[in-house]
């Protein structure tokens, strides 16, 4: 075949290129910008760095493939920063990489890799993707420790049908060895765990610079609503948030509500940070429908483990029942079957206990 990889300068992309390779693939490197600075740079700090776009046409040039960058900085903006701003002014808490796959990354890469008469889309995700008689299933990667399966759970058939992910079997020390082995430069490169377009490593810096308006002072309360503390913007504060608030207490405090609309953050102890469920909107299934059976597990971050929950719903708007977990609105919920990802979409709200 003839494909097309998405290479972001890190050591999984560079591998999941030289695999493609070794399966005797006509293989095509791209890099997509999506953020840059007042003229024109790429960021050097983060993930997407003009050292990463150095580094994904070097690793071209080493393994002798054609390499191209393509400038989606217009869509990025539009689909991705510009939400990102408005999800923390209202008091959610979003996950722009989730965006940025969901609305600009993958439509972008399978638009552009059809127009060059590519078969299919290479990335260096660890996740795995089987061909069923039923259709296409999305799985967790090998490395239950590196599992990137909960940040590709848009997809659905159509796009499963041209996605390939080659080391999704293999460990990240399997990765790395493989790497090593074909002389790489990125064998031994950190992986990124910073936002592309946050480039001091704090995002309340970016939105005090692109977002002014989340500087708005307010009050720190208790459950009770006692004036505990003030702080100088209800954006830089994230549910579940422990370290920085900037007040005194006898045991632990953790943000367990952002009320934009008073600029009120409210504080309590870590059970009440425990929810009953969830209404998730935006929800897609990967096989096209829903599951037929209300018991899934659910994971509303990208870290957290996966809990038994009870699923009720239609069409793109879900409730998710559980027990023992905080959630944010604004970030995902993942729906699974043991490690197959089943589907997921967006917190809207979360369902207090009591």
């Not at 965006?99 to 990335?123: P, Q």
């Not at 100088?232 to 509500?257: C, K, M, N």
């Not at 559980?322 to 990802?341: I, L, M, R, T």
Request: aromatic share 6%; hydrophobic share 40%.
């Amino acid at each position: 075949m003839k494909v097309l990889v998405a290479m972001s300068g890190g050591v999984d992309s560079s591998v999941a290129a030289a695999l493609m390779l070794e399966a005797g693939h006509e293989v095509i490197g791209v890099t997509l910008k999506q953020w840059e600075g007042p003229d024109g740079e790429m960021p050097t700090a983060g993930c997407c760095t003009v050292a990463d776009a150095e580094d994904a046409r070097r690793v071209s040039a080493q393994l002798d493939i054609p390499y191209y960058m393509l400038d989606y900085t217009d869509e990025f903006r539009t689909k991705v920063i510009d939400r990102f701003g408005a999800d923390y002014l209202a008091g959610r808490t979003p996950n722009p990489c989730i965006e940025c796959n969901r609305r600009v990354r993958f439509s972008a890469l399978l638009e552009r890799s059809a127009a060059l008469g590519c078969e299919a889309l290479v990335t260096g995700h660890h996740a795995r993707v089987r061909r069923q008689p039923e259709g296409y299933r999305l799985f967790a990667g090998h490395d239950t420790g590196k599992d990137q399966s909960y940040v590709l759970h848009m997809l659905g058939q159509a796009e499963l049908a041209r996605v390939l992910l080659p080391i999704g079997e293999l460990t990240k020390d399997e990765v790395r060895a493989k790497a090593g082995s074909l002389g790489l430069r990125t064998a031994s490169k950190p992986d990124s765990q910073d936002i592309c377009f946050v480039t001091s490593g704090d995002y309340r810096d970016f939105l005090r610079e692109h977002f002014p308006e989340s500087t708005r002072p307010g009050d720190i309360v208790d459950s009770e609503g006692a004036v505990v503390g003030s702080h100088e913007g209800s954006s830089g504060f994230t549910i579940g948030q422990r370290r920085g608030l900037g007040i005194s207490a006898t045991e632990p405090r953790y943000v367990v509500d952002i009320q934009p609309a008073t600029a009120t953050i409210v504080v309590g102890t870590r059970d009440q940070l425990a929810v009953a469920g969830v209404k998730v909107a935006e929800v897609s299934w990967v096989s096209g429908e829903a599951p037929t059976q209300p018991a899934v597990d659910i994971k509303v971050r990208y870290r957290s483990r996966p809990v038994a929950a009870l699923i009720e719903g239609e069409r793109a708007d879900w409730t998710a029942w559980f027990e023992g977990e905080s959630a944010a609105p604004g970030q995902a919920a993942v729906f699974y079957d043991d490690d197959e990802v089943l589907g997921g979409g967006t917190i809207t709200e979360v369902i207090r206990n009591g």
